[in-house]
């Protein structure tokens, strides 16, 4: 519920009297996320089922590596499309959610 109330606040043009205009936000098409890697789309998918992760479970998870899922989280992380919410804790960000399961979709990697 936060990030829709952040979304609607955020779309907020004017305000008159008690009446609230809204501003449609442009959609970020899925195709700027490029191309990621095969390693990458599995741990966004991870990310997608779970929701928040720890190194650990993604290893777990992925049966990879820490040393594998350290460079492919890094990446994602330097990348924006993931952030850590609290130590040691993983989530898609809330601010390419949408845009990453749309690119996920349109992948065929999920429903």
């Known amino acids: 519920i ?3 109330l952040r979304a609607w606040v955020a779309a907020i043009s004017r305000v008159e009297g008690e009446a ?3 501003t449609v936000p ?4 899925h195709t700027l996320v490029g191309k990621l890697s095969p ?3 599995a741990m966004l998918v991870s990310f997608e089922v779970h929701r928040a992760l720890t190194k650990a479970r993604i290893g777990s998870l992925l049966d ?3 040393r594998a899922v350290e460079e492919v989280l890094g ?3 330097r990348s924006g499309l993931v952030e850590e919410t609290s130590p040691e804790v993983f989530e898609v ?3 390419a959610y949408m845009t ?3 690119y996920l979709h349109a992948r065929g990697l999920v429903c």
Do not use: H, N, T, Y
């Not at 442009?26 to 098409?29: M, T």
């Open 2 to 4: 936060g990030q829709a």
């Open 20 to 22: 609230l205009f809204l």
């Open 26 to 29: 442009a959609r970020i098409p």
């Open 39 to 41: 390693e990458e789309e």
């Open 64 to 66: 990879a590596d820490p």
């Open 75 to 77: 990446g994602l992380v």
């Open 93 to 95: 960000s809330k601010f």
């Open 100 to 102: 990453i399961w749309r």
